[in-house]
């Protein structure tokens, strides 16, 4: 079974400030997937990222970046210097073969001006 | 591109009434998968289809049935409601090329059912 843990259910932050959303996963699957979504208030899903189980080379776009590995099983994204937009709830997920997604339970992330 | 539209956005019903909810994915999308959110469970999995058929399907009860058409649209109905049946349905639509597992999915708006 899949399962994936975001431990921290609320984070509150200073516009400007650097936030770190953890991402920790549990599969027996050697081939996955692995996405970073966000919920801005409106509702909609919007993708961020996808990583394959195979790639752990980080990667950073623009303020974002992500820090994938393996051997701890997490998959972190941090946000350089937060943005009042940047408000939303963060959702990491986790595909495997099967191709059923599996979402944590999200991270309410507030940044106050 | 227009992305993955939702009809409708909101809908209120009572208890023991049917609800159909409707999905147009990504144009050249053809799987189409349905999500229940609700503030408790959180996101679940409810079935995906492709090539109109059913491709995987969650845990839940069989009053939720869903169907997908030739034009890749889909539809996904919920029977008999229940007051916990309340919460925001979300369609995702993936390409699809035949590896399936790489597949982003490209979520909608969501519709918001209130069960009263």
């Known amino acids: 079974a899949q399962k994936v843990t975001q431990a921290q259910t609320e984070i509150s932050v200073v516009e400007k400030e650097d936030v770190t959303l953890d991402c920790v996963y549990e599969?027996?699957?050697?081939?996955?997937?692995l996405f970073w979504y966000k919920q801005p208030p409106s509702g909609e899903l919007v993708f961020l990222i996808r990583r394959n189980s195979f790639d752990e080379q980080n990667e950073i776009s623009g303020r974002y970046s992500w820090n994938f590995q393996k051997s701890t099983s997490s998959f972190n994204f941090t946000i350089t210097a937060s943005q009042v937009v940047d408000s939303a709830v963060y959702f990491c997920?986790?595909?495997?073969?099967?191709?059923?997604?599996?979402f944590g339970k999200g991270i309410t992330l507030s940044v106050r001006p | 591109k227009a992305g993955v539209t939702q009809t409708p956005r909101y809908l209120i019903k009572t208890r023991g009434q049917q609800v159909t909810l409707s999905c147009s994915p990504i144009s050249g999308h053809r799987s189409v998968s349905w999500y229940q959110q609700t503030p408790g469970q959180g996101l679940q999995f409810l079935f995906e289809?492709?090539?109109?058929?059913?491709?995987n399907k969650g845990n839940f009860p069989g009053r939720f049935s869903g169907r997908q058409f030739s034009n890749s649209r889909s539809e996904m109905n919920v029977s008999t409601l229940e007051l916990g049946d309340s919460a925001l349905y979300l369609c995702a639509s993936s390409f699809d090329s035949g590896g399936a597992l790489k597949e982003t999915q490209y979520f909608g708006p969501g519709t918001r059912l209130l069960v009263l």
């Open positions: 599969t027996r699957d050697t081939t996955y997937y």
């Open positions: 289809y492709f090539s109109e058929t059913q491709r």
């Open positions: 997920a986790l595909r495997p073969p099967a191709g059923k997604l599996t």
